[in-house]
């Protein structure tokens, strides 16, 4: 009999013992040991260069790609439909230079590509809770670094069922994203804790160790630990190679903003399952813990900085956890990935390169890897652009010397009234003021 697909704590040992199905996984956001979960058995998918997944939309591609995790999951029917709801934004890979493309990951509600996993694990979230009859409603909490809270909070607004805290740091976040953080009422919360991003991360870590609150009812997470956003994530990762790859007969390396490492992960999980991605490089800003790890072997997180990159100010990722549980030996994750960081003065000079070379305009996010990219010698990469440069309109702007019109869906969030509660760092001060 083979074991039924499924997913465990990184903390398991052999990654044996009780296994979730997927949205057991997603409802419990961390693993009951305070491991992550990670899939297990891999699935096996048809080969990723192969052609069955050509000529698919994103919405078909990712319900073939995620039906496996699936399996024994009473959502399983659902994928579908499901995929078909949260995705209905394009997913473009446009091209800047013959073997350099980017992967534009920010065409939804939000404007970043936080949008893919929050959209669909608000949608997993409120269809379990409905096979879990006189449930009360699920209390979503997230810590943010700017981009995920958005994203979350856009996804749950007025869904039924589900409530949603956001935390990010007071001041630590750019203009528009805390306009986009506090622009909401009803069943979203929002609050400006008065500490750093890696502040806000432990007291969500806390609060769920803490188990008593919220007083009934059931506590997720919606960080990047929750493995109903990281799937989508491999999914679009796998999407962009397979696409390439068939029309440039090569697999493209893929060159990815970095923070608490979800859409690394995510990536390394499709090439993992057999999509055809090159090198991984993990670009950081001035946040080095990452780099400084591939370079000398030594885990040594620290208090984050800020940058201009402001979503990827992350001085102690959690998914390392994961990567790691990928890759028990360090050589091997060596032996086809890199990280580099890059120092605000670069992201400066990297947004008007771009622009002067291609007429293209990034984020400062976007804009690190791309540096990377245009000095790296490869034939084939793809860049992941993260975040609609409008967002931060208030740097961009004045390095191109010409306004970022503003999408539609954005505009719209940002002419919204805004409501938020401001803490000090600690988990008690969250529960007192959401009881
Ligand atoms: C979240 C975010 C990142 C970092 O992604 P991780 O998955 O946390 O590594 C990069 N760019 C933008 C715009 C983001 O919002």
Not at 139 to 146: I, Q
Not at 173 to 196: H, I, K, M, Y
Not at 217 to 223: D, H, Q, V, Y
Not at 331 to 356: F, K, M, N
Request: hydrophobic share 45%; charged share 20%.
């Amino acid at each position: 009999m083979s074991p039924r697909g499924g997913f465990v704590s990184t903390r398991a040992k052999e990654r044996t013992g009780p296994t979730f199905t997927f949205s057991e996984a997603a409802l419990a956001g961390l693993a009951p040991d305070g491991g992550l979960f990670v899939p297990t058995p891999w699935p096996r998918l048809e080969d990723g260069t192969g052609p069955s997944w050509l000529g698919q939309s994103f919405p078909q591609f990712a319900t073939v790609f995620l039906i496996p995790f699936f399996e024994g999951d009473p959502l399983e029917g659902a994928v579908g439909e499901l995929c078909a709801d949260a995705f209905d934004f394009e997913v473009p890979l446009r091209t800047l230079r013959p073997g350099l493309k980017v992967l534009e990951l920010f065409h939804g509600p939000t404007a970043a590509f936080k949008d893919f996993g929050a959209r669909f694990l608000a949608r997993v979230l409120s269809q379990a809770r409905q096979t879990l009859p006189g449930e009360p409603p699920i209390r979503v909490l997230v810590a943010t670094s700017g981009d995920t809270g958005a994203a979350v909070a856009a996804a749950i607004h007025q869904v039924d069922g589900l409530e949603v805290g956001v935390l990010f740091p007071k001041g630590g976040v750019a203009p528009r994203q805390e306009r986009q953080l506090t622009c909401w009422d009803g069943n979203v919360r929002s609050f400006a804790v008065r500490g750093t991003f890696d502040d806000c991360q432990a007291m969500t870590k806390q609060i769920f160790a803490d188990r008593d609150w919220p007083a009934s009812g059931r506590l997720t997470s919606a960080n990047s630990i929750n493995i109903g956003r990281l799937l989508p994530q491999a999914a679009y990762a796998a999407f962009a190679a397979a696409r390439y790859a068939a029309e440039v007969g090569a697999p493209p390396d893929l060159l990815i903003p970095s923070g608490n490492l979800g859409d690394a992960v995510a990536a390394f999980w499709a090439r993992h399952l057999g999509f055809p991605i090159g090198r991984i490089v993990l670009v950081t800003n001035a946040n080095t813990v990452v780099p400084d790890w591939y370079r000398t072997g030594r885990w040594d997180p620290r208090r984050s900085v800020r940058t201009l990159a402001n979503a990827m100010d992350v001085g102690d990722p959690s998914n390392m956890e994961r990567l790691l549980a990928l890759y028990p030996e360090r050589p091997a994750l060596l032996d086809g990935s890199d990280a580099v960081s890059v120092s605000d003065a670069t992201i400066e000079q990297s947004i008007a390169r771009v622009d002067r070379e291609w007429g293209y305009v990034v984020c400062p996010h976007t804009a690190t890897a791309l540096h990377v990219a245009m000095d790296r010698s490869a034939p084939h990469q793809i860049v992941y652009a993260t975040a609609h440069p409008a967002k931060f309109d208030e740097i961009v702007e004045p390095i191109i010397g010409r306004s970022v019109p503003v999408p539609p869906a954005l505009a719209e969030l940002l002419g919204r009234p805004t409501r938020v509660t401001e803490v000090e760092a600690s988990a008690g001060a969250v529960k007192r003021v959401w009881p």
